[in-house]
């Protein structure tokens, strides 16, 4: 059974600095793609990243460009996602999100519960 | 980026109706060669994150009841829920995995009337 546990979210001030984390487990890492997308409150699903199932390659969305960082450690079953630069409009739900394929351009198969991160002073 | 419009934002449904929501594209997410359409549909209820119903446009995940299919090509697709049930009442997206950022539509709120 896949299983996606995300953790890190919390409360943070403007301009700081978050790592969220994913443990994935039920399926071999290294064959899927992982993304991240997140939910602002009351708002739609917004895609932020996704990082190939080698790790070599990484897409980000225009928003978070050079402020956030995706990785992944196959040997841990896990993904990462580094927030730096943190803004106001950065508060969302963080979902971790299987891609049912070893490459970006396939569809969501799993999701996780999703973590918090609430940016405020 | 492919900006993706769905249509109506909320509808209110009788149980056992037909419940239809669209889902246009601003380019085409067919991908040719491999005559596939790069689109899937999620539901999202309240509190929980989504989850996968259909893809390739057309194909039902597991488990997903067959009351649920999608349909469409190229830049124009519909997701048609056949009898509503009162479990059904969600959020639903479609989003494009043609091209990165891959973008969701804004979201079908379904009531039962």
């Known amino acids: 059974e896949v299983q996606l546990l995300e953790s890190g979210g919390g409360l943070v001030q403007p301009g700081g600095s978050l790592r969220l984390s994913c443990a994935a487990s039920g399926f071999t890492s290294s064959s899927y793609a992982m993304s991240w997308v997140r939910q602002a409150p009351g708002k739609g699903l917004e895609w932020v990243s996704a990082?190939?199932?080698?790790?070599?390659?990484?897409y980000y969305a225009e928003a978070v460009k050079g402020r956030f960082t995706i990785s992944r450690d196959n040997s841990k079953n896990a993904l990462y996602l580094q927030m730096n630069s943190l803004r106001a409009e950065d508060t969302a739900v963080y979902y971790c999100a299987k891609i049912a394929g070893a490459s970006p351009l396939y569809y969501f198969d799993y999701w996780g519960q999703g973590t918090l991160v609430t940016v405020s002073s | 980026d492919i900006v993706m419009t769905q249509s109506p934002d909320s509808l209110a449904v009788s149980l056992g109706e037909r419940a239809t929501i669209n889902c246009k594209s601003s380019?085409?997410?067919?991908?040719?060669?491999?005559?596939?359409?790069?689109l899937a549909w999620y539901q999202q209820k309240p509190g929980q994150p989504p989850k996968l119903l259909i893809y390739?446009?057309?194909t039902r995940e597991s488990g997903v009841p067959d009351r649920f299919s999608g349909s469409g090509s190229g830049t124009d697709f519909t997701l048609t829920i056949s009898s509503l049930q009162a479990e059904d009442v969600a959020i639903y997206y479609c989003?494009?995995?043609?091209?990165?950022?891959?973008?969701f539509g804004q979201g079908t709120k379904v009531e039962i009337k």
């Open positions: 390739w446009a057309s």
């Open positions: 989003q494009q995995h043609y091209s990165t950022p891959q973008t």
């Open positions: 990082i190939s199932g080698s790790g070599v390659s990484t």
């Open positions: 380019q085409s997410v067919l991908y040719s060669s491999k005559n596939k359409n790069y």
